[in-house]
Nanobody, 130 residues
């Protein structure tokens, strides 16, 4: 079965950086739309970033709240998705989840819709202190 395993979370001070990784098995990170979501306590899960598969030119998408600070990328040889996070703020504190679609449908305008993704990792906690 498909597995997505996140790592790289931790606790850093405001202004710091972290890089999250999502290693996939039984699904190609190169082929499908993949994304990062986060969920803070008491809040709904929200889309942070996504990246198209090879058929759509690996186009990235970002939530306005992270644009310019976060970068999504993938290493196809390692079948791994990354989220480089810089200039972190306390409001970035959340559990971060990796997600993937099971079809070749592009991320497109629905990239941030959690119901559009079929596979999810268990999450990695990110805590930013002021």
């Amino acid at each position: 079965q498909v597995q997505l395993v996140e790592s790289g979370g931790g606790s850093v001070q405001s202004g710091g950086s972290l890089r999250l990784s999502c290693t996939a098995s039984r699904i190609s990170t190169r082929t499908f739309c993949m994304g990062w979501f986060r969920q803070a306590p008491g809040k709904e899960r929200e889309g942070v970033a996504a990246i198209e598969g090879s058929g759509s030119g690996f186009l990235p998408y970002y939530a306005d709240s992270v644009k310019g600070r976060f970068t999504i990328s993938r290493d196809n040889a390692k079948n791994t998705l990354y989220l480089q996070m810089s200039s972190l703020k306390p409001e970035d504190t959340a559990m971060y989840y990796c997600a993937a679609r099971s079809s070749r449908i592009p991320c497109g305008s629905s990239w941030y819709g959690r119901n559009e993704y079929n596979y999810w990792g268990q999450g990695t906690q990110v805590t930013i202190s002021s």
